[in-house]
């Protein structure tokens, strides 16, 4: 799974399906996420992220990529 910072994943442990964070870092097998609304950051496990398949998200990805 290629990962991009700054688009919205979800976890597979999360309590609520409509909730969704925002990938800001990541170091090994460790990614760093923010909720959208409180900016509150965490780390989890690489593996437990979904990204989001939206056309909105898909579109932020490539603009992104295009972006570095």
């Given amino acids: 799974m290629k990962l991009v ?3 919205n994943y ?4 999360q309590s609520d399906s ?3 964070f ?7 097998d460790k ?5 959208r609304v409180s900016k509150k ?5 690489v593996k437990d992220l ?3 398949e939206t056309s909105y998200n898909k579109n932020k990805a490539e603009r992104l990529k ?3």
């Fill in 5 to 7: 910072i700054g688009c």
């Fill in 66 to 68: 295009d972006d570095r």
């Fill in 50 to 52: 979904i990204f989001i």
């Fill in 41 to 45: 950051d965490f780390w989890t496990d």
């Fill in 10 to 13: 979800h976890t597979t442990w």
């Fill in 22 to 28: 925002i990938l800001k870092e990541v170091k090994g």
């Fill in 31 to 35: 990614a760093r996420l923010a909720t």
């Fill in 18 to 20: 409509r909730m969704r």
